[in-house]
């Protein structure tokens, strides 16, 4: 089973809401990422965890704040986002020592109104 | 800069035809090359990879060829099928996977 799940699979937000982003896996993995995906582009990545720790973050600004609870479970914490920030949001998963075989999920559809 | 430069933008084949996508890099700390596939409103699917000691991989109607000393890599989908239609992504992995700029197949039935 290769499966990352994510929820929820749309969401709609004003630019003063706060909300979360979730991410789940069970494959033992122990590497998680979020990426940003616009429209007819490639993922772009945002955070990786590695081992429960925050291992890179790519100059993300503060309105995006990741979480990991634990070893199966990733978060994005949103928070006063800008109407550029609309975006399919995907998390992956991969081993931890191979970076190379990522998993992603079927991403979280945002739109920041 | 984008790292993995990926041509062509897109390409429309005829059903039973072959499609080719190419991809170069530059980067020889590059040690893993992915191929993503993604269908519209899902998230990328790993489709097949393969490493720098390995000149040619094939899996089904898939096969990465891999030249090291060029530093470039192509896939290449054989019988092309109207399912095949979707974004293909190549990717290559040192501390992160770097993406190509993707590649939209239209397969004609």
């Known amino acids: 089973d290769t499966e990352v799940t994510q929820t929820p699979k749309h969401l709609v937000m004003g630019m003063t809401n706060k909300k979360s982003l979730k991410c789940e896996q069970h494959m033992g993995h122990r590497a998680m990422y979020w990426y940003k995906q616009k429209a007819k582009k490639p993922p772009e990545l945002m955070f990786v965890y590695s081992y429960e720790k925050l291992s890179i973050n790519e100059s993300v600004p503060s309105r995006f704040s990741p979480e990991c609870p634990n070893s199966s479970l990733l978060n994005l914490h949103l928070h006063a986002l800008q109407p550029e920030d609309s975006a399919l949001y995907l998390c992956a998963s991969s081993q931890g020592g191979d970076r190379g075989i990522q998993y992603f999920g079927a991403g979280t559809r945002l739109s920041v109104l | 800069q984008q790292q993995v430069k990926q041509s062509p933008q897109s390409l429309i084949v005829q059903k039973g035809g072959i499609s080719i996508i190419n991809c170069a890099y530059e980067n020889t700390a590059f040690d893993y090359f992915p191929w993503y596939q993604q269908f519209p409103g899902k998230g990328p699917a790993l489709l097949i990879a393969?490493?720098?000691?390995?000149s040619e991989k094939k899996e089904g109607r898939f096969t990465i060829s891999f030249n090291k000393s060029a530093k470039q890599f192509s896939l290449h989908i054989m019988d092309s099928q109207p399912g095949d239609s979707a974004t293909y992504f190549c990717?290559?992995?040192?501390?992160?996977?770097?993406f190509g700029a993707g590649t939209t197949v239209t397969v004609r039935a």
């Open positions: 393969i490493r720098p000691d390995v």
């Open positions: 990717a290559a992995n040192d501390y992160k996977l770097s």
